[in-house]
């Protein structure tokens, strides 16, 4: 536990080590911002022309988990997409160019600390962005003209579906760093695996029925929806946890080959 703790004190040390580590973070709370105002923006015309029907009086009409939160936790899964590429490219190719690698492959440092110090230190970085989410919503609810009752519960699980999704994100990431020392490669990669598994599922309506459920319940995409939606299913959080589980092990096992080929 203790090398974990150090791996993941060094780690967040180095993401935040240089502007690169701030600017991810501050793009990403600008954009999740710009579209949770435009919302916003929405769903006050929506109560401006309930109170113009002099309706004051009457309950609300619309929905506002539906109207904001579940179009707003889809955007903001789409900007992770983005996002966790730049945060994970580091992880391994930087190690691997620097030559330090070498070092930590012949530390007592085992392979799985290495990669969960390094794992739980990028995941960390998600915490600000959600609790960044939470107090959108207290000001949105606090500025509102017409009384609103937000269902916090619904909009938490959306939360925890927004940080499993990027688990599983950061999980493939560090992997693909694994085999990589070039960090404009591994981003590279990165996204483009992640959007493979992101909109396999929509492939699903061309193919059979048998093939089409396979793609449907690989997608990432399909899996978060639920989540968005305030459901939490046993099946989808199973799904998000062998999928960070299989990445991580293999990461692991990508660390074994380097010390066994040796660096070069």
Not at 141 to 157: C, E, H, I, R, S
Request: positive net charge.
């Amino acid at each position: 536990m203790k090398n974990i703790l150090s791996i993941y004190k060094k780690e967040l040390r180095l993401i935040f080590s240089t502007w690169i580590g701030y600017i991810i973070i501050a793009v990403f709370i600008a954009l999740t911002g710009y579209f949770f105002q435009d919302m916003v923006d929405q769903f006050a015309r929506l109560t401006a022309q309930f109170l113009s029907s002099g309706q004051r009086g009457g309950v609300f009409p619309y929905n506002i988990n539906d109207i904001l939160f579940r179009y707003w936790l889809g955007n903001s899964s789409v900007i992770l997409l983005f996002v966790i590429p730049l945060l994970t490219m580091r992880s391994f190719s930087e190690e691997k160019k620097s030559g330090t690698i070498e070092m930590m492959m012949t530390s007592p440092l085992r392979h799985y600390q290495l990669v969960l110090g390094k794992y739980l230190a990028i995941l960390t970085v998600l915490v600000p962005l959600i609790i960044y989410s939470i107090l959108l919503v207290i000001y949105f609810t606090a500025l509102n003209d017409v009384p609103v009752t937000v269902q916090w519960g619904l909009f938490l699980v959306g939360l925890l579906g927004l940080v499993l999704l990027g688990g599983a994100f950061i999980a493939l990431g560090i992997f693909i760093s694994s085999m990589t020392e070039n960090q404009i490669i591994s981003a590279l990669t990165t996204f483009g695996a992640l959007l493979i598994i992101w909109v396999i599922g929509w492939s699903s309506v061309y193919s059979s029925t048998g093939f089409g459920e396979i793609l449907r319940r690989i997608s990432l995409n399909n899996h978060y929806e639920n989540f968005a939606k305030g459901v939490i299913s046993l099946s989808d959080s199973i799904y998000f946890i062998l999928f960070i589980t299989f990445f991580l092990i293999l990461t692991v096992s990508s660390l074994g080959t380097t010390r066994w080929r040796g660096i070069k």
